[in-house]
């Protein structure tokens, strides 16, 4: 056998044993965001119980379509940081209970949620109500239509809808849903830029998908004046800041 034949099973045989640790590695993480995620419905099922206990209504689950614990968080922190006067998210869910609570607490502002299924929007105005929070928001029906976007046409939330919503402090992006398109959001800042205070939050959510990324980029050098930042959070999110 030849030095060089030896090398190249040598070679092959670390490739082998790297491939394997991989997938072992891999598995293990799999497992282990499992069962993290068992805990975090531990955690919310158990505050779930406490609140019927105490005489509240139940919430629903996080993650899945429904935004995650964690980036529920950071929309609480700015609500509470911008003392915000008008919120818009698009997508409704349980997303739209927390930023409509975390108003209330504030004792002052408004949320407008936009939605592009009226089965869906009908299920978030029922939770409103059960909440008792039904004040401080109300959900639109917006549906999906063709618009033009930079002179391109896309399809995206029906802009009529959306005429009236300006001086936004806190702009949430989890939506529309992206089966007709991978990067169907896109449009939601061009759109609302001029329509937001200065100093304003947008949190876009899922900014650990590919056509996210690359949204992210666009967004960068179409906005350089803005604050770009990027959270690892469960799947990910991107933090802009408008600047004052």
Known sequence: MTTTTLCLILFAFTLTLLGIGAWVLARKLRRLRSMLRRQER????????????????????????????DLLGEVLRAVATRRSQRVVELGSGLSTLVIAAALRSNGAGHLVSIDADENYAALTREQL????????????????????????????????VLADLTHIDLLLIDGPPTFLRADIRYPALPFFWDRLSAGAIVLLDDAARSAEQAMSEAWRRQYPQAQFEYLRLEKGALRVRKPH
């Open 42 to 69: 531990h955690v919310w099922e158990s505050h779930n119980i406490f609140r019927v206990l105490a005489g509240g209504a139940s919430l629903p689950l996080p993650g899945g379509w429904a935004a995650s614990t």
């Open 129 to 160: 109500q059960r909440q008792g929070l039904s004040e401080w928001a109300e959900v639109r029906i917006a549906p999906l239509k063709d618009v033009s976007v930079e002179g391109q046409t896309r399809p995206w939330y029906d802009t009529a």
